[in-house]
């Protein structure tokens, strides 16, 4: 099973900043790579997929980016309802995998 | 719109069953591929079960492996979760969870999840 490694656990950024977010693979997931984020009480909701596109309705200021084993998540101006959890997630190998979150806290 | 919506979590002591259930609307159910996904109190996510489009092709993580079985019911637009011999580590929320595309087993569309306990 592909280990999937995020860092770091807890990221603390001050309004309209910009946070980056990392995530490794233990082997290569080649681009089949998605983010997600998640609000306490909610249902995680799809940012990225394919390493670098976006989902349906997602603001610019995310972007996705990285291939093989080294992946990244940017929130550009760190907006009021981005603080929350990220989870990236690889669907190259089976079992899919979840990393353990990065939690973006408000600075 | 698309909306999933998880029931059947519950209280249930160590070795006993849960069915759960998730109710699709929104798109054309037996065209896409389902699975569920959970996620312990306080942790992280993890991938419970996969069932292809129309049910022939079925996957499981091998925590669960040989106690849940995943079914669905494409006229009832519905998807299920039988969990056996259930332990204290099985208690999270589980969600169900639409896969994007054919065989890129990654989530568009998550239900709000139920909340199934294992405890005495």
């Known amino acids: 099973e592909i280990v999937m490694t995020q860092s770091p656990a807890t990221l603390s950024v001050s309004p309209g900043e910009r946070a980056t977010l990392s995530c490794r693979a233990s082997q290569s997931v080649s681009s089949n790579l998605a983010w997600y984020q998640q609000k306490p009480g909610q249902a995680p909701r799809l940012l990225i997929y394919g390493a670098s596109t976006r989902a349906t309705g997602i603001p610019a200021r995310f972007s996705g980016s990285g291939s093989g084993t080294e992946f990244t998540l940017t929130i550009s101006s760190l907006q009021s309802e981005d603080f929350a959890v990220y989870y990236c997630?690889?669907?190259?190998?089976?079992?899919?995998?979840f990393g353990g979150g990065t939690k973006v806290e408000i600075k | 719109e698309v909306q999933l919506v998880e029931s059947g979590g519950g209280l249930v002591q160590p070795g006993g069953s849960l069915r759960l259930s998730c109710a699709a609307s929104?798109?054309?159910?037996?065209?896409?591929?389902m699975n569920w996904v959970r996620q312990a109190p306080g942790k992280g996510l993890e991938w419970v079960s996969y069932?292809?489009?129309?049910?022939?092709?079925?996957y499981y993580a091998d925590s669960v492996k040989g106690r849940f079985t995943i079914s669905r019911d494409n006229a009832k637009n519905s998807l299920y979760l039988q969990m056996n011999s259930l332990r204290a580590e099985d208690t999270a929320v589980y969600y169900c969870?639409?896969?994007?595309?054919?065989?890129?087993?990654?989530?568009?569309?998550w239900g709000q999840g139920t909340l199934v306990t294992v405890s005495s």
């Open positions: 069932i292809s489009s129309s049910g022939s092709t079925i």
């Open positions: 969870a639409r896969t994007m595309e054919q065989w890129l087993v990654l989530f568009d569309y």
């Open positions: 997630q690889q669907y190259n190998n089976w079992p899919p995998t």
């Open positions: 929104g798109f054309t159910f037996s065209s896409y591929e």
